[in-house]
């Protein structure tokens, strides 16, 4: 697809998202995953309905957080069966709402939000099947950002499980069939991943021995992928098969589903298929530091960029297809937004080739934590376009935009007078 003719017709900045490149990560993500397992995308990553229903339609279940991300995973296609719903915070209100919209398996993290999900499907006449999520009382070597070993807000520690079981089982609405393990995010090399998922199956066997029988064990993922920067999806060609000798050791009826094994991926089926287009609106010096100012900024990427940190985003200049092109200098310079905010900055000394005013800049692998991930109301400009293509073929353009819904204002009520 011709990036500078997007550029042109939908103006800067805009986001591109290739369907070609969410079937390639697909396909290499399956190929890294034994058979037969289920695979969760986690909307979080990039709830856009095209690429939603993309997954959907290459058979991902939906891992969903929200009322909005349960509504884009039906809206996309995916079966209500197929959506698990998660989190530390579910509300009653939320898990009311997917419970009316079909949603029966919800992963949960505390005896609270236990009860919670099995009142609430008393009382919508239902039964919810729950996965249990926990947190490992280990560290797993290797991990960068850990959600596992240390004290989390996520999920249940394995040991208070152990220690008290009873209040992990469920009830009759809301039995708890099975765990949910999500250790971690952004692992890139097969090693540590294996390594996980050993921790993983360890206590998902240990808990099985007080939980009783389970039908699901969600391994989690983590699948890393570049962000917001030059560089190639790494594929796991060596996982598959040590994985399975792990479940066919551990947990050998696995393959006809005692119990079902299954795992999650936002960024790795996503984050490659997404560029950011932009133009660089000033160049200037302030105290012989160089200041690249450019027309997006921390409310359209890398607002949070679904790490802890915000890594340095580090787009490439296009060349501007002039026929006076001599390679430009390379120079270092501050790479800004045009936000009131000097944490508005992607890059305090980027390395690039001087870039002009009007150029036209890049931001590879931003298909995942782009847009919703970010400061989208801060400041009040628009949402970037986001167009979704098929190698060459355009298929989808739009916007996002925030409403500003009028909501009742109750008047106090008037005291009669005379009285
Ligand atoms: C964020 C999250 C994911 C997705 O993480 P990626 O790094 O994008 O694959 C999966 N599962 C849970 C529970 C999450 O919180």
Not at 6 to 26: C, H, N
Not at 109 to 114: G, Q, R, V
Not at 214 to 226: A, R, V, Y
Not at 331 to 337: D, E, K, M, Q
Request: charged fraction near 20%; hydrophobic fraction near 40%; glycine fraction near 10%.
């Amino acid at each position: 697809m011709n990036l500078d003719k997007l550029a042109e017709r939908y103006g800067t900045p805009t986001y591109v998202y290739d369907l070609a490149a969410v079937r390639a990560a697909y396909a290499d993500l399956r190929a890294a995953l034994p058979e037969p397992t289920l695979l969760y995308y986690s909307l979080k990553a990039n709830p856009h309905p095209t690429l939603v229903a993309e997954l959907a339609a290459l058979g991902c279940r939906a891992e969903v957080s929200s009322t909005g991300e349960v509504d884009a995973a039906l809206a996309a296609g995916v079966d209500p069966a197929a959506v698990l719903l998660t989190g530390p915070g579910k509300t009653t209100a939320t898990v009311s709402h997917a419970l009316r919209r079909g949603v029966r398996r919800f992963s949960v993290d505390s005896p609270t939000d236990l009860a919670r999900v099995g009142a609430a499907a008393a009382g919508h006449g239902t039964r919810a099947e729950c996965l249990l999520r926990v947190n490992a009382d280990e560290p797993v070597a290797g991990m960068g950002l850990a959600m596992t070993g240390t004290a989390s807000q996520f999920g249940a520690d394995a040991s208070w499980v152990l220690r008290r079981p009873g209040d992990f089982r469920g009830t009759a609405e809301a039995p708890v069939t099975g765990l949910h393990l999500y250790m971690g995010s952004n692992l890139t090399d097969e090693a540590t991943l294996l390594r996980q998922f050993e921790v993983a199956v360890a206590i998902a066997v240990r808990l099985r021995d007080v939980l009783g029988d389970l039908t699901e064990i969600d391994l989690g993922g983590g699948f890393g992928t570049p962000y917001a920067r030059a560089g190639v999806r790494p594929t796991l060609p060596g996982l598959a098969g040590p994985l399975a000798r792990l479940l066919d050791d551990r947990l050998p009826d696995w393959r006809r589903g005692g119990p079902r094994i299954s795992f999650e991926s936002g960024r790795y089926l996503v984050g490659d298929c997404g560029t950011l287009l932009c133009r660089v609106v000033d160049v200037k010096s302030s105290k012989g530091q160089l200041f690249t100012v450019l027309d997006t900024g921390v409310h359209h990427l890398g607002g949070m960029a679904g790490l802890r940190r915000l890594p340095p985003i580090l787009p490439s200049v296009r060349p501007a297809g002039g026929h006076d092109d001599a390679p430009a200098e390379i120079v270092t310079t501050g790479l800004v937004g045009p936000l009131c905010t000097p944490l508005d900055t992607f890059s305090r000394t980027a390395e690039l080739p001087a870039p002009r005013p009007g150029a036209l800049l890049t931001v590879p692998n931003v298909g995942a934590y782009g847009l919703t991930a970010s400061l989208l109301a801060f400041l009040g400009h628009p949402a970037p376009a986001e167009v979704v293509v098929d190698g060459d073929t355009p298929v989808s353009a739009s916007r996002l935009c925030l409403d500003r819904v009028d909501l009742p204002v109750d008047q106090p009520a008037t005291v009669p007078s005379g009285r």
